[in-house]
DNA sequence: TTGTAGGCGTTATCAC
DNA sequence: GTGATAACGCCTACAA
């Protein structure tokens, strides 16, 4: 005998099937039967290993069933921190996860190499994070793109295992094999040109996101191309820089300042919007008076800015709830071969933000 | 042979230690071995395992270590929706977890259940959230009381497993054993006072926190009775509801229309503070001349109100951390036997909301 | 209807 | 440095 039989080598150890049947004075093997539920048990021998494991508030051992099925049960979730827009995505996530009886395991960059310089110090903490998920064998990730696009090598470490990935509001190329679940983005720049058109305005500003984002790419070139079918009208665009939204406050002043100031402006988030408030209320200009603005996303802090903000709204509790739901559906095998990629339709909420242009200007 | 063996049971089947040992000629023992860094092999059959495992991508399978040891090095973490303030915390629990190889699994209460009457429909929800956790034999949870001290039933399925517990700004009953960690309430109602009564006030406001809450009773009572300290000062309290701080509106609008008008409030928390500021809009009482405001929390908002809010910060990020090392050192019985309650400091951060009384009012 | 025993996948360890 | 084996909790084919 290699090792001492240690059958309490856990002081604090669950109960297990044996457990059970040492109380109720029968084996584990009809512990097993009566608790899978297959009628071949005497009645009276149900009720016993029924109370027995109730008494001794049994619970079933994932970790086992996951070892032995290669099912863990469990999805990777790799997220920024979070911001309004993603923890009502993860809203979504968590509870069509728990209503498949998934579990999430949700790992951030680390706080610590969030002012890293070196490229080096990121990449090596986002492969330990795929690591920690990897060796916990999930069933699937779940990757949000500024975690994921910018260190697609990385990314393989999933792909490389056929593991299941969806990316949100993201795109990975096709070597992937990636499902991606977004909002549609190209509706959103449309309904927004049209919008400030219909306003009367016609020498327009937009505020891009980072070209390195699935988004900002989007929104600006369907924003742009509605506005070049319209007869009349100008579009001037700066690109705010990846990062945090104030680090465009340069771009931001510089069009507020430019000559020929536009009379409505795009920016394309809510996090830009603001702002583009703030410079414009340090400047000032009038918002609806001098300038209108819209927004994309539809915050919490929207409606409370002054004036409240005309926004483009995403259901972002849905995208949620999608990206989960075709993680698992992946798992199963249940989909087709070819990745999935969906755009969940917005809506363009009006507020007060937005104006029609003055007689004296146009 | 009961079964036939069945090496491939999972196509898609990680690589195992065996795998290794056949592509480097060695037998899985030496394996791992070489991968447990006992330095007991020759360097080169060192190098020809090691580069083995890099080519196959090994990853260690820690569902089966979970159920060899016992330890799964996985959290559990209740948690409400994601506010600014959670949202810190959160990331300090994260980051924590991640520096000591741990992985948080984070459960919400359901969406679905968010509007449900009968209270039952709750309880049955939060229980088989609990019941997730359990079954994946998490080694510890972090509690948020909201999520928690309603329903201390159930609670004890995870203390009746000895199951370590750390809550978050609430203490359990002693009989739970459970350890605790917060911001020191009492510090900062003091505060508060002190800094009010300095600018002359002595009619003061306070909306409380719900009662239910121990933050709701802890500021309160600090509050309360620094005041009661200082003689000339009055204090009127009405306590918010439980729920929603806009529900609280009522309450709000009734001290701003008292007869005798308190010249200062403190909001127990920065999220009532926003609704002062709005039924204060609304009612046509200017910030600063007419009242002045104190909240709690510092949250992400607070700076960027107008005016800018004076209010008491704690540093969430820390709670989170803090909450995180003590689950895991229970975890390794490194603790002495009591229970653990630490209040972290707090800090007043003064900002334009609050003013000295004007000599006409004093 | 129930018990026995072998196997699931992975790792660690003991005797050689 | 290796082969054999225990171990985890659970499932299941087969014998009783």
Redo the contacts between chains.
């Keep these: 005998m290699a090792r001492r039989l240690n059958r309490e ?2 002081p ?3 109960v297990s099937q044996r457990a059970i049947g040492e109380l109720a004075g029968v084996s584990q093997a009809t512990v097993s039967l009566v608790l899978a539920g297959r009628k071949v048990n005497s009645e009276e021998t149900r009720q016993r290993v029924l109370s027995a494991a109730k008494q001794l ?1 049994y ?6 069933h ?2 032995q ?2 099912k ?1 049960k ?1 999805i990777g979730v790799m997220a920024p ?2 911001d309004y827009y993603w ?1 009502r995505i ?3 996530i ?2 069509t996860l ?2 498949n ?1 998934y ?6 960059p ?3 190499g969030r002012d890293v310089e070196a490229s080096n110090g990121y990449e090596t903490d986002e492969l ?2 795929i ?7 999930v069933d699937g990730v779940i990757l949000w793109p500024p975690t994921a696009s910018l260190f697609s090598d990385h990314v393989s ?1 999933f792909s ?3 593991l299941p990935i969806v990316t949100v509001d993201h795109i990975l190329p096709k070597n992937f094999q990636a499902d991606s679940v977004g909002s549609d983005e190209a509706d959103g720049g449309k309904l927004v040109a049209d919008h400030l058109c219909k306003l009367g305005h016609r020498n327009i500003g937009h505020i891009a996101g980072p070209n390195v984002t699935s988004w900002g790419r989007l929104r600006r070139q369907s924003f742009e191309d509605a506005l070049a079918e319209i007869p009349g009208t100008s579009c001037i665009t700066y690109e705010a820089p990846a990062g945090h939204p104030t680090l465009a406050t340069d771009q931001i002043r510089a069009m507020l300042t430019l000559p020929n100031r536009p009379t409505a402006i795009f920016a394309a988030s809510d996090l830009l919007a603001k702002v583009v408030y703030r410079v414009a209320a340090s400047l000032g200009i009038s918002i609806t008076k001098d300038l209108s603005i819209v927004g994309f996303s539809d915050d919490d ?1 929207a409606a409370e800015l ?1 004036p409240p903000l005309t926004t483009v709204r995403q259901d972002a ?1 849905r995208v949620g709830r999608r990206a989960a739901e075709i993680v698992i559906a992946r798992g199963s095998e249940s989909l087709g071969k070819r990745p999935l990629h969906e755009a969940l339709p917005v809506e363009l909420v009006v507020r007060s933000s937005t104006a029609a242009l003055p007689r004296s200007v146009a």
Tied chains: 1, 2.
């Design positions: 080598a856990h604090g150890r669950q508030r619970r079933p051992n994932l970790l086992v996951g070892m099925t290669g863990s469990m921190p979070y923890s993860l809203y979504g968590h509870d728990a209503q009886d579990v999430p395991i949700t790992v951030w680390s706080h610590n330990s994070q690591h920690r998920l990897l060796d916990r064998r470490e490389s295992r056929e802090f002054v509790y």
